[in-house]
């Protein structure tokens, strides 16, 4: 069975403060590592896909990276807009119907 | 385009009620889910349909059925409503059901069972 742990559960930044959000999986055969952005009130929204180990994308102060065990979501000198649920999501072989999704991680930017 | 459209927002029932959330997507995707989502907790999958008149269980199926008559439309009926069933449902769409595509979801309906 896939599963997904995030961690931390919330995260309080200072507006500027770099930090790491963390994706722990495991999976029978990843077809894919996806990360959403959720806002209060509102469906999650795409922002990256993984495929293998080494795999990076970027979008503006987010960057995301893939092992073989775990995902990392580094966010870089962020913003008060940046303060959102950050959920992680993959994919597997034997549930390639299926996205298991983590409990998410909530950040907090304080200007 | 307007994407993945869900109704209604919010709804209140009482126990033993029955009701039916809808999701339309415009995108023509062949795969469509529903999900919940409860305070402090990730989404989980309740059924799903890779394409139209095709469906099958998630992770938490009791005490809800789906249907998948056409590509745009995927219903997701409250059989008799239980306050155990008090959450957030959002319905995604993603194309062609490939296990590397993304999901688009909806807005989210609040219910609420008293």
């Known amino acids: 069975e896939d599963q997904v742990t995030q961690s931390p559960e919330a995260l309080r930044l200072q507006e500027g403060e770099s930090s790491s959000l963390n994706c722990s999986y495991t999976v029978s055969g990843l077809r894919g590592l996806f990360w959403y952005r959720q806002d209060p009130g509102k469906g999650p929204e795409f922002l990256f896909t993984?495929?293998?180990a080494g795999e990076e994308k970027e979008k503006e102060r987010l960057k995301a990276t893939l092992t073989k065990k775990e995902s990392f979501l580094h966010i870089t000198a962020p913003k008060p807009e940046d303060s959102a649920t950050y959920l992680c999501a993959v994919r597997g072989n034997t549930n390639a119907g299926k996205s298991t999704f983590g409990d998410g991680t909530t950040l907090t930017v304080k200007p | 385009n307007a994407g993945v459209t869900q109704t209604p927002k919010f709804q209140v029932l009482k126990t033993g009620q029955s009701m039916t959330l809808q999701c339309a997507q415009d995108?023509?995707?062949?795969?469509m889910s529903w999900y919940r989502q409860d305070p402090g907790m990730g989404l989980r999958l309740i059924h799903y349909?890779?394409?139209?008149?095709?469906?099958d269980q998630g992770e938490v199926p009791n005490g809800y059925n789906v249907s998948r008559s056409t590509t745009e439309d995927f219903p997701l009926r409250l059989l008799s409503a239980a306050p155990s069933q008090t959450s957030v449902y959002f319905c995604a769409s993603s194309p062609a059901g490939g296990a590397s595509e993304k999901l688009f979801f909806g807005s989210g309906t609040q219910l609420s069972v008293l």
């Open positions: 349909s890779v394409g139209a008149g095709i469906t």
């Open positions: 993984l495929y293998s």
């Open positions: 995108m023509n995707h062949e795969y």
